[in-house]
């Protein structure tokens, strides 16, 4: 054969290949179906739980409609939502930084989006990190002190759970002058 008919043959081979190697041999079996991958965000990936702070969890099947768990799977095993979700639509679910317990731990922790059904392997995992800087110092302190006694009352406004040291320096007088 010479060189044309052979680059001919070769040509008809290959469209061939390209054109039904689309189509399954049998229809029937979902192992020829060819499955998009799950498309995952974490917006932000850094975050404050302590101030309200949440992620979003934006997600989208690009094949066919999935019932689906959205899960932290890392360091701790804790459902956020679960429910059937549509294709070729942007899905946003969010999490607060809670657990059944109220809310977790500084760190960093991983989400899974997980196809329920047979096609739990296009699951993904991404992380996000919890972090909680220390509180402000308060914003207003005010001392009553008690002439007759020792103990005072101490006034203030102060973020929940901040711990304050107060120092509280005295002269004893005598006889009206100070010492």
């Known amino acids: 054969m010479n060189n044309k008919k052979v680059r001919a043959l070769f040509s008809i081979v290959l469209s061939f290949l390209i054109v039904f190697s689309g189509l399954p041999i049998f229809p029937f079996l979902k192992e020829n179906v060819v499955r998009a991958d799950t498309i995952l965000e974490l917006t932000p990936n850094t975050f404050s739980n302590v101030y309200g702070g949440r992620v979003a969890i934006k997600f989208q099947y690009e094949d066919e409609p999935h019932p689906t768990e959205v899960s932290?799977?890392?360091?701790?095993?804790?459902?956020?939502?679960?429910?059937?979700?549509?294709?070729?639509?942007?899905?946003?679910?969010?999490?607060?930084?809670?657990?059944?317990?109220?809310?977790?731990?500084?760190?960093?922790?991983?989400?899974?989006?997980?196809?329920?059904?047979?096609?739990?392997?296009?699951?993904?995992?991404?992380?996000?990190?919890?972090?909680?800087?220390?509180?402000?110092?308060?914003?207003?302190?005010?001392?009553?002190?008690?002439?007759?006694?020792?103990?005072?009352?101490?006034?203030?406004?102060?973020?929940?759970?901040?711990?304050?040291?107060?120092?509280?320096?005295?002269?004893v007088r005598k006889n009206g002058t100070q010492e």
Do not use: C, F
């Open 72 to 171: 932290v799977i890392k360091p701790i095993q804790y459902l956020i939502n679960s429910g059937t979700y549509k294709e070729d639509v942007e899905h946003v679910v969010y999490w607060d930084g809670k657990d059944t317990k109220g809310l977790v731990k500084e760190g960093t922790y991983t989400i899974k989006v997980t196809p329920t059904d047979e096609n739990s392997m296009y699951a993904k995992e991404a992380n996000v990190d919890i972090m909680n800087p220390e509180p402000p110092a308060p914003k207003y302190i005010h001392a009553v002190p008690d002439r007759d006694s020792t103990s005072h009352v101490i006034r203030g406004i102060a973020e929940k759970d901040t711990k304050v040291t107060l120092t509280i320096k005295y002269e």
